[in-house]
């Protein structure tokens, strides 16, 4: 069976437009990384418009491309966006609230670092919770953090 290559014009919106090669199976998210390394957009501030006589949004980086009829010759709008920054609380053992600027995406790790610096704890030590889910990997968003949530920071227990 041929695998079939599609032609997408990619336009911005300072007029210019770029035409990308992809397959009709590929994903959203995979278009997304190919953007990213041919324009220079990182995955997370790209907003993705198919127009097709009326507006559809390309948000769902799992989906395939034809699942939202993209076709050869069609054009999708790139809308680069910065991610808001929000607040959220940070409350330790002792029950002391800490107050932190974030980016929905910035990474579980990073923001250990962060907390590392400012409270004290070795990352090591670190146990964060959101919503009686413990926060290992990934970004803060995979955890449904969002603008005025507490994460609870706990110790890890030493010893066995």
Same mark, same amino acid.
């Given at each position: 069976?041929?695998t079939?290559?599609? !032609?997408l014009?990619?336009?911005?919106?300072?007029? /210019?437009?770029h035409?990308? #090669?992809? #397959? &009709?199976?590929d994903?959203v998210?995979s278009?997304k990384?190919?953007?990213q390394?041919?324009?220079?957009?990182s995955?997370?501030?790209?907003?993705?418009v198919?127009e097709n006589?009326?507006?559809?949004?390309?948000n769902?980086d799992?989906a395939?491309l034809?699942?939202?009829?993209l076709?050869s010759?069609?054009?999708?709008?790139?809308?680069v966006?910065?991610?808001a920054?929000?607040?959220?609380f940070?409350?330790n053992?002792?029950?002391?609230?800490?107050?932190? !600027?974030?980016? &929905? !995406?910035e990474?579980?790790?990073?923001?250990?670092?962060?907390?590392?610096a #400012?409270?004290?704890? &070795?990352?090591?030590?670190q146990r964060?919770?959101?919503? /009686?889910?413990?926060? +290992?990997?990934?970004?803060?968003s !995979?955890? +449904?953090?969002?603008a005025?949530s507490?994460i609870?920071?706990?110790? #890890?227990?030493?010893?066995g």
């Amino acid at each position: 069976m041929a695998t079939f290559i599609i !032609d997408l014009t990619i336009s911005l919106m300072n007029g /210019s437009s770029h035409i990308l #090669r992809v #397959r &009709p199976h590929d994903t959203v998210g995979s278009l997304k990384i190919l953007i990213q390394q041919k324009l220079g957009f990182s995955c997370e501030s790209q907003k993705l418009v198919f127009e097709n006589g009326c507006s559809t949004t390309l948000n769902n980086d799992s989906a395939t491309l034809e699942s939202y009829g993209l076709h050869s010759g069609a054009r999708v709008n790139l809308l680069v966006t910065t991610p808001a920054i929000i607040q959220v609380f940070l409350k330790n053992e002792k029950g002391v609230n800490s107050t932190y !600027d974030i980016k &929905p !995406d910035e990474t579980v790790s990073h923001f250990k670092s962060r907390v590392h610096a #400012r409270e004290g704890v &070795p990352v090591d030590q670190q146990r964060l919770t959101h919503e /009686s889910r413990e926060m +290992n990997e990934g970004k803060l968003s !995979d955890y +449904n953090v969002r603008a005025n949530s507490t994460i609870f920071l706990m110790l #890890r227990l030493r010893g066995g």
